[in-house]
């Protein structure tokens, strides 16, 4: 973040489009699970990835639905219902208070969901169940790749 460098760096899902709708089966009118992501090799130097998932149309302001930080290098995607997470990953806690996805239930119209990953060249200390503003804080100290 301070620095940024912004590089190609690609993150994809088989479970829907760029700028397309999240399926029922991703949501809380569905099964409620985590969708199935796959990303590009990250720069190198790259010693940690951040996931971010959020909203930006809430009612209440951004929502944060998925928060990990600190998943390895190595790692080049997520299953769909990913229940055990790469070894050394950590879960931040979402606007619901848990640590774990919470897909979209927009209570009013369709939303925009960001899924944004990020690649950092050092660990984030942080305990799990750290909030997105405390993990942006640290992604914010901490070096960036370049």
Known sequence: MKGELIMAFIITSTAFTASGLIPAKFTCDGADVSPALQWSAPPAGTQSLALIMDDPDAPVGNWD???????????????EGVKALPTGTQDGKNSWG?????????????????????????????????????V????????TVS
């Open 98 to 134: 848990h640590t774990r996805y919470g897909g979209p239930c927009p209570p009013d119209r369709e939303h925009r969901y960001f899924f944004k990953l990020y690649a950092l060249d050092s660990r984030l200390t942080l305990k799990s169940g750290a909030s997105k503003k405390e």
């Open 65 to 79: 639905h998925w928060i990990l930080f600190n998943l390895p290098t190595e790692t080049k995607g997520l299953v």
């Open 136 to 143: 942006e804080a640290a992604m914010e100290n901490a070096p």
